[in-house]
């Protein structure tokens, strides 16, 4: 996924498009896709953003982005002999409110208009160990046990794609520290990673017309 991520920029900056938006006007865009984690971890899920912004310029705007994303991430098995119960898998959903810039390779001939951009702001991460029962050793025992864990994090983000018309296809990359995964008794049993790769497509309405005279 980085691989892509890679060539979409080198894509971006290689081309050499004559568009623009409309300088002063406002924008709404909602977005969906699949979130991936990195190759070396075991697991993936699905995101939405919301997202206002102002064009500041015939090229540039800023924004606020509202997302979220709901990843399901392997771990170790790990059975305790106690309890008789296996970790099987960790469920994490990390939320976040952003302040974005984007700049866009158009200068008014055309509604298609390739982007790169970025944010940064605060997220907060939710995390759920869950496990499995696979014997018990005392019957009035729940049939399994959820650990749920919050922890506010500084979030950033980058990101590059394309518009056209009122439609958008982008790739971004969520970064987010790895906060720690507790059991119910509070005590650490692992990490839990939540940087993120997102592809999303969506929509926005308003932001003016993608062709200008000027």
Same mark, same amino acid.
């Given at each position: 996924?980085? %691989?892509?991520?890679?060539?979409?920029?080198?894509?971006?900056?290689?081309?050499?498009?004559?568009?623009?938006? +409309?300088?002063?006007?406002?924008?709404?865009?909602?977005?969906?896709?699949?979130?991936?984690?990195?190759?070396?971890?075991?697991?993936?899920?699905?995101?939405?953003?919301?997202?206002?912004?102002?064009?500041?310029?015939?090229?540039?705007?800023?924004?606020?982005?509202?997302?979220?994303?709901?990843?399901? %991430?392997?771990?170790?098995?790990?059975?305790?002999?106690?309890? #008789?119960? @296996?970790?099987?898998?960790?469920?994490?959903?990390?939320?976040?409110?952003?302040?974005?810039?984007?700049?866009?390779?158009? %200068?008014?001939?055309?509604?298609?208009?390739?982007?790169?951009?970025?944010?940064?702001?605060? #997220?907060?991460?939710?995390?759920?160990?869950?496990?499995?029962?696979?014997?018990?050793?005392? +019957?009035?025992?729940?049939?399994? +046990?959820?650990?749920?864990?919050? +922890?506010?994090?500084?979030?950033?983000?980058?990101?590059?794609?394309? =518009?056209?018309?009122?439609?958008?296809?982008? @790739?971004?990359?969520?970064?987010?520290?790895?906060?720690?995964? =507790?059991?119910?008794?509070?005590?650490?049993?692992?990490?839990?990673?939540?940087?993120?790769?997102?592809?999303?497509?969506?929509?926005? @309405?308003?932001?003016? %017309?993608?062709?200008?005279?000027?």
């Amino acid at each position: 996924m980085k %691989k892509i991520l890679l060539l979409l920029f080198i894509v971006v900056f290689n081309l050499n498009y004559n568009y623009a938006q +409309e300088k002063g006007k406002l924008r709404v865009g909602l977005d969906f896709g699949y979130a991936s984690l990195n190759e070396e971890d075991d697991g993936g899920g699905f995101v939405f953003y919301f997202e206002t912004k102002y064009n500041i310029s015939k090229q540039m705007n800023v924004g606020v982005r509202y997302g979220g994303a709901f990843l399901a %991430k392997a771990t170790e098995n790990v059975t305790n002999q106690t309890s #008789g119960r @296996l970790r099987f898998f960790d469920v994490g959903i990390n939320s976040s409110i952003l302040g974005t810039f984007d700049y866009y390779f158009n %200068k008014g001939n055309s509604s298609f208009a390739p982007f790169i951009g970025g944010g940064i702001g605060a #997220g907060f991460v939710t995390n759920t160990a869950i496990d499995v029962k696979i014997f018990d050793s005392d +019957e009035d025992e729940d049939d399994s +046990e959820n650990n749920i864990d919050g +922890e506010t994090t500084i979030s950033g983000m980058l990101r590059a794609g394309v =518009e056209w018309s009122k439609f958008r296809l982008s @790739l971004d990359y969520n970064l987010t520290p790895d906060t720690a995964l =507790e059991n119910l008794t509070e005590k650490r049993i692992g990490t839990s990673k939540n940087s993120y790769l997102g592809i999303t497509i969506g929509f926005y @309405l308003g932001g003016g %017309k993608w062709k200008t005279n000027s």
